[in-house]
């Protein structure tokens, strides 16, 4: 199975700030690959698929770069309602479907 | 508007069979490149991806987990079924269940139902 790691596992932003998580893939997956956003108590929101693309409805404050092994979510100005944990998942080889281990976006 | 929900028992005893259902709407399990799917995350975990289920009834399994699982859909029903044998207290998490579509080889699991809390103790 493809392993994903994501890093940081956890961070701490102000409100204002360019926050940027990673995560690798164990071997390349193209540009296959998601970007979730979890709130505690919710369910994942999806916001990011194909590496790049914004899901319909997600502010474009989001962005999603990457491919190969490496990929990067980017929130440009972090908003109060940004601050959650966030997943990659893999969508290349499957099953099963991998997800990174989460980094947690805390407030300073 | 494409909507999920997870129903099932919210306490299950070791060595039990878990069953849980999702139904939903807004889409049809009979389109073409539609599926759903399952994940679970532990409490203060990470998600963990369990199975799916295709318009064409193809299904796929956690290979971790295979041996223990079996996903069924009843199209006419709008629902989708998980059963998870031999339950044991590591199993203790949120189990959500996802729509999966495909689009030009694209694919992505949303939205995802609310998530229903189950957990195994004697």
């Known amino acids: 199975a493809i392993q994903m790691t994501q890093s940081p596992s956890s961070l701490s932003a102000s409100v204002g700030d360019r926050v940027t998580i990673t995560c690798r893939a164990s071997?390349?997956?193209?540009?296959?690959l998601g970007w979730y956003q979890q709130k505690p108590g919710k369910a994942p929101k999806l916001l990011i698929y194909?590496?790049?693309s914004l899901q319909s409805g997600v502010p474009s404050r989001f962005s999603g770069s990457g491919s190969g092994t490496d990929f990067t979510l980017t929130i440009s100005s972090l908003q109060p309602e940004d601050f959650a944990t966030y997943y990659c998942l893999q969508d290349y080889n499957y099953p099963p479907w991998t997800f990174g281990q989460g980094t947690k976006v805390e407030i300073k | 508007q494409i909507t999920l929900k997870e129903s099932g028992p919210t306490l299950v005893k070791p060595t039990q069979t878990l069953t849980l259902t999702c139904t939903f709407s807004g889409f049809s399990l009979s389109t073409s490149g539609v599926g759903v799917g399952w994940i679970r995350q532990p409490p203060g975990k990470a998600l963990e991806w369990l199975a799916l289920?295709?318009?064409?009834?193809?299904?796929?399994?956690s290979p971790s987990l295979k041996s223990r699982l079996t996903i069924t859909k009843d199209t006419s029903k709008n629902q989708v079924v998980l059963t998870m044998t031999n339950m044991d207290p590591v199993d203790t998490a949120t189990y959500y269940c996802a729509h999966r579509v495909t689009i030009f080889g694209v694919g992505r699991f949303d939205p995802w139902g609310q998530g229903t809390l189950v957990t195994v103790s004697s």
């Open positions: 194909a590496a790049s």
């Open positions: 071997q390349g997956i193209r540009n296959d």
């Open positions: 289920i295709y318009w064409n009834d193809d299904k796929r399994y």
